[in-house]
């Protein structure tokens, strides 16, 4: 049996004409759209590459994305939350320019 591991970013989580911040770990942003998780699950289905689960780190523009993609491919994929997933930690730079 052959595994394979798909890695897929999280969509936008600052809108069009807005100043883009450090953010990682400790801030929580929810996506600004969809595109991206859809689309990732779109190619996905297109490829006929159906994962038997989705690991998402536990924020909210990683979980919004993974769920985006599995709706995408019309199956029944469990869901993962795994810290270690989780962005690195900016420390004094996070949320800043």
Partial sequence: MTTRIIIARHGNTFAKGQTPLR???KTDLP????????????????????????FA???HRTMETAR?????????????EDKRFTEIDYGPDEAKT
Avoid: H
């Fill in 23 to 25: 953010v990682g770990a």
């Fill in 31 to 54: 996506l600004v759209e969809t595109e991206r998780g859809t689309n990732v699950g779109k190619y996905l289905k297109k490829l006929v590459l159906y994962p038997s689960a989705v």
């Fill in 57 to 59: 780190a536990p924020l």
């Fill in 68 to 80: 985006l993609a599995i709706a995408a491919l019309d199956r029944d994929i469990p869901l993962i």
